[in-house]
């Protein structure tokens, strides 16, 4: 990928400039399947226009290879849910009220961003903020948390 160059900025996030053009702040946002932590890593704007896919981080230079790994090592921290106390529609939205291993949280996913099976028991599940939640096993979850659940689990 010799066209892309990636840069660190001094607050810790990322830019990008393709063929030397005025570079472009983007944000990483690892791709399904989430388990390839250096494949298939979509580099986006703030408003969520894709800017380029990263097949492999291999294919990088090694300052853009690193500028991408630092940047997602801070979005590498993933919520583990352990109750659904409520998930509510409402316009484009879905509002999601739960408690995580961490504590309780409040997170919004977009109407027709769908929980991702990790196995065949657990779910990924990404905010509007490209955040990632997980529920281990959903038989692990109280009667209430599986009702609650389940409409959105294909």
Not at 96 to 104: D, L, N, Y
Request: glycine share 4%; aromatic share 10%.
């Amino acid at each position: 990928m010799k066209n892309i160059q990636i840069s660190q900025t001094a607050d810790g996030g990322l830019n990008i400039s393709i063929n030397q053009q005025h570079p472009v702040n983007v944000i990483p946002s690892r791709c399904f399947p989430w388990s390839k932590n250096n494949q298939y890593i979509s580099l986006r704007t703030f408003q969520g226009e894709e800017i380029t896919l990263i097949k492999n981080l291999s294919l990088l230079d090694d300052e853009s290879r690193m500028a991408i790994e630092s940047a997602l090592s801070e979005f590498a921290f993933i919520m583990e849910i352990e109750k659904i106390i409520t998930i509510e529609t409402e316009f484009e939205i879905r509002n999601w009220q739960v408690i995580t291993r961490q504590g309780p949280y409040n997170f919004q996913t977009k109407l027709d961003e769908w929980p991702q099976k990790m196995n065949t028991n657990g779910l990924f599940i990404r905010d509007v903020a490209g955040n990632l939640f997980q529920i281990d096993n959903i038989a692990s979850l109280d009667a209430s948390s599986r009702q609650k659940i389940w409409p959105y689990v294909d």
